[in-house]
């Protein structure tokens, strides 16, 4: 298992350019299932989650062509059942029962497993197919759904802890091929849905409301192929200015859209960094020490979950006691016991991390464990004193495009060191 290796203290500066979206490209790359005809989406990233994706639906019997970043897909023929040895390597992969079960009327995908973010039910995306007149059963760690036929309806697939994303974009999905009309209340508004809505529409569907909490969908009888490109990575770019923030003195990131930052961008402006926002570019001055923040996770457009752990990193620095409060997975907080062997004075009161800012982070070997945990891992070595050694990069590599190469390209001394598994 490779690892990455970072000698903090050097400043970042430069310019970044920000890959294409890996949770718009998850479901989009799903919906190709939803026509026989082919399809053609562009900047897709180079992650081992879309290698996951991309393997399971020529398992399902796509031709799948992958040239760089654009990635060919036609489903003229498939069948229904995705195996556990790939759905067990990314959970993501529940969304092929949406179009496969617009499709097909059919689908059986091995159930995904928890991971260390949390448990991770499905019972919202049952929810909704069972409110699509399709019947959902769990049979030997297999989720079946099945339907005669699928008629529209309305449904509220809001959850306690709040809006689902695969849910929605799965319901989304066999929506468009059911009769009549469906309305999801509750439905999660990331932009990440709204691309997927986006694509959907180019295929034919008839789809008004993504990026809010009601989405309307009149079913018809097929879609056709399309083409589309992915919206850029607002997670990845992020992360990013997390980077600045700490390390920078400027850096200047590149196929951004900043309307996806908004909760992002206003608190890193709350702890002090200069920023500057263009079209598609938003350049940050950083690397002074933050001001403190009391920062609550929400579903978009509130501040996102994924950016969580990556603000833990920047306030282990502030200058003063910040409060990080988790509510979409209350258990997200695997980075802290690893931010803490570097020096971090966080506590943990339930679903809220109490961070004391500390003048000096030390580096040390450390854990990667989820996608999220592992970047701010790699961010707080830029500025810990000494040798930071990242270990399981493989969690980072699910969803970031040569973070290394990116990090080293703006001025950090950062490596990849790779070792046989
Ligand atoms: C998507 O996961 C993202 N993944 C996650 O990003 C992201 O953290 C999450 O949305 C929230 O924004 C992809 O898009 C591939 P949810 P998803 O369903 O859709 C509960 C990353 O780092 N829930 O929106 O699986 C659930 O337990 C990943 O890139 C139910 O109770 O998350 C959670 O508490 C990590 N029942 C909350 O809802 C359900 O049926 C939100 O989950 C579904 C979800």
Known sequence: MDKIIVHGGRPLSGFVKISGSKNSALPILAATLLTREQCIIHSVPDLSDIHYMLQILSHLGAQVERASGTVTIQADTVQTTAPYEIVRKMRASVCVLGPLLGRH????????????????????????????????????????????????????????????????????????????????????????VVDLANFLIKMGAKIEGAGTRRITIEGVKELHGAEHAVIPDRIEAGTFLVAAALAGTEVTLRRVNAEHLNAVLNALADAGCKLSIQKDTITIRGGGTARPLQLITEPYPGFPTDMQAQMCALLSRANGESLVTETVFPQRFMHVSELKRMGAEIALDGATA???????????????????????????????EGMTEVNRVYHIDRGYEMIDEKLAGLGAEIERVKQSA
């Open 105 to 192: 009327k059919e689908a059986r995908v091995s159930l995904p497993g928890g991971c260390v973010i949390g448990d991770r039910p499905i019972d919202l995306h049952l929810k909704g197919f069972r409110a699509l007149n399709a019947a959902c059963r769990v049979e030997a760690g297999d989720v079946k759904v099945f339907a005669d036929e699928l008629r529209g309806s309305t449904m509220n697939l809001e959850g306690r802890q709040g809006p689902t994303v695969l849910g929605t974009d799965n319901v989304l999905m066999a929506a468009t091929l059911a009769e009549g009309t469906t309305v999801i209340e509750g439905a999660a508004a990331e932009p990440e």
């Open 354 to 384: 109490r961070i004391t800012g500390v003048a000096q982070l030390s580096g040390a070997p450390v854990m990667a464990s989820d996608l999220r945990a592992s970047a701010a891992l790699v961010l707080a070595g830029l500025v810990a």
